[in-house]
Antibody
Framework: EVQLVESGGGLVQPGGSLRLSCAAS????????MVWVRQATGKGLEWVST???????YYPDSVKGRFTISRDDAKNSFYLQMNSLRAGDTAVYYC?????????????????WGRGILVTVSS | DIQLTQSPSSLSASVGDRVTISCRAS??????LNWYQQTPGKAPKLLIY???NLQRGVPSRFSGSGSGTDFTLTINSLQPEDFATYYC?????????FGQGTAVEIK
């Protein structure tokens, strides 16, 4: 079955670190850009990071310098290392696959999502 | 960063109604606009990509339109399973953003 499964969430103190993992199955992982998206309780979706097939990475200002995305194509997995965590980082974190249209100027969209994993930053 | 503003933030509708949700971008994004549906406790689900393309397996009562800065998601003949929150998302540049969401509630 084509799927993504997150792991590594939990409770961490402010200023602490946590590493999330996302394991992919039943598709050619190395061919896809991969993405983390988060959602605080009762709030909207927030894009957190993207890693391209060549290892290029992108972040919004809210996590730049604190979060690092990486991938291991041999393990069909990618990761989110989160450092200097704050209460505002408390959220459900989703991993997702980015698909692209087959056009002259490809458009990206998130066609496969994990179930999400909760990260709680609290003392 | 590109800001996406959805309107309304919430709406009440009845089964069988036609519903439209708008998404306005802070700059031109051509057709780099996607729509997702999320029900409570679940991951988002892709409905429409590149402004007007229906994702495989999504019912044809969902449609998307627009280009430039103004986009619309339309649900024809609202069904009970369509009561959810809907988000737009832009992929015009590498700094992706989502709209704040539109909650579709039962009247």
């Amino acid at each position: 079955e084509v799927q993504l499964v997150e792991s590594g969430g939990g409770l961490v103190q402010p200023g602490g670190s946590l590493r999330l993992s996302c394991a992919a199955s039943a598709f050619t992982f190395r061919d896809y850009d991969m993405v983390w998206v988060r959602q605080a309780t009762g709030k909207g979706l927030e894009w957190v990071s993207t890693i391209g097939t060549a290892g290029d990475t992108y972040y919004p200002d809210s996590v730049k310098g604190r979060f690092t995305i990486s991938r291991d194509d041999a393990k069909n997995s990618f990761y989110l290392q989160m450092n200097s965590l704050r209460a505002g980082d408390t959220a459900v974190y989703y991993c997702a696959r980015e698909q692209y249209t087959s056009s002259w100027t490809p458009a990206g969209y998130l066609d496969l999502w994990g179930r999400g994993i909760l990260v709680t930053v609290s003392s | 960063d590109i800001q996406l503003t959805q309107s309304p933030s919430s709406l009440s509708a009845s089964v069988g109604d036609r519903v439209t949700i708008s998404c306005r971008a802070s700059q031109i994004i051509t057709t780099y606009l996607n729509w997702y549906q999320q029900t409570p406790g679940k991951a988002p689900k892709l409905l429409i990509y590149a402004a007007s393309n229906l994702q495989r397996g999504v019912p044809s009562r969902f449609s998307g339109s627009g280009s430039g800065t103004d986009f619309t998601l339309t649900i024809n003949s609202l069904q009970p399973e369509d009561f959810a929150t809907y988000y737009c998302q832009q992929s015009y540049n590498n700094i992706r953003t989502f709209g704040q969401g539109t909650a579709v509630e039962i009247k």
